[in-house]
């Protein structure tokens, strides 16, 4: 049976256990993928003396992880003011009630442990100034998340009543989120449903799984074509779970491209550097129109690149 994570408690203490899977990976990358930290945070707390192992030496970044090691990380309690920071995205949208951006990938949402500094919260402070009065003055603005490592449309709301009004939309799935993403393998499906309930790992805390006891968790897929053994699909997700898109995938026996912590290549993952997964189109009615808003945004060129290169190498 393997030792379960702990989550940092309120001494922000965390003492990890590397999984078999996990054998062979730089120290600095176990502990940023365990607690889902910036690689280059996991490094300076590691120079910095907060993380010791039972091997009975001080650890180096580098040191490549044992299964089985155990991992003990201290994490600075210091939680610095939210102030304005120069961060690059693009807006796709503005009015006096809401913003559209594109959030680019490497991107953090909002503050967090290990991402204090340097979010999109940061970013929308610095260029917009203050929104307005928020409930929650960490996250002000923010409907709804993306993963660090995926891109694309995001809406944030200008006050606390818009805020509420959109969220109300997400919970009553009244939002269309499409996405769309390279899957490894050519699936067989031309499209597909794929409804399995979602809960945090027992055994990981960055990874999300399917149960029978999780969350209700439904994703539609559609195959855009099929080249080199990877497939470019197209998700409609009716629900919104942390990772679902890329726990589905995954389930289906077809990870995400760059999606080393779902099964996919760990090649390709350092190739690629963030996982093939974009918000392309949001649509949802809009809080003081009542109108319906309807947003597109193109793939980055990370990712155009990515399936030219595989057009390229199959047609040769």
């Known amino acids: ?50 993380v010791t192992i039972e091997l009975g030496k001080r650890p180096k970044p580098g040191l490549r992880v044992p299964a089985g090691l155990v991992v003990d990380v201290s994490l600075p309690q210091t939680e610095p003011t939210l102030k304005p920071e120069f961060i690059p995205f693009r807006v796709i949208y503005e009015d006096p009630w809401l913003i559209i951006v594109d959030k680019p990938s490497g991107l953090v949402v909002h503050p967090a442990p290990g991402n204090w500094r340097g979010t999109l919260v940061h970013g ?59 899957s490894e393998g050519r699936i067989a499906h031309s499209s597909g449903r794929i409804d399995a309930p979602i809960e945090r790992s027992t055994q990981n805390r960055l990874r999300m799984d399917t149960s029978s006891f999780g969350k209700e968790a439904i994703t539609d897929f559609r195959v855009l074509w099929r080249k080199g053994g990877y497939s470019f699909l197209e998700c409609r997700i009716l629900t919104g779970r942390t990772h679902q898109i890329r726990v589905h995938m995954s389930r289906l026996g077809h990870p995400l491209d760059g999606d080393a912590l779902y099964g996919a290549s760990k090649k390709s993952a350092q190739e690629l550097g963030r996982v093939f997964l974009h918000s392309w189109k949001l649509s949802f009615r809009h ?15 990370e990712l155009t690149v990515r399936l030219q290169g595989i057009l390229a190498k199959d047609q040769g």
């Open 124 to 182: 929308l402070i610095h260029r917009f100034g203050s929104f307005g009065e928020f409930n929650d003055d960490k996250r002000p603005g923010i409907v709804h998340r993306l993963d660090a490592t995926s891109s694309g449309l995001m809406v944030v709301a200008k006050d606390q009543q818009t805020l509420e009004e959109l969220q109300q939309q997400f919970r009553l799935r009244e939002v269309e989120k499409i996405y769309l993403a390279l």
């Open 287 to 301: 809080p003081f129109t009542g109108k319906n808003a309807s947003f597109t945004c193109p793939l980055p060129e």
């Open 1 to 50: 049976m393997h030792k379960t994570d702990h989550k940092p408690d309120q001494s922000n203490k965390a003492r990890l256990t590397s999984e078999e899977v996990e054998a062979g990976d730089r120290l600095d990358l176990f502990i940023a993928n365990r607690l889902d930290l910036p690689r280059s945070y996991a490094r300076k707390l590691i120079e910095a003396g907060a």
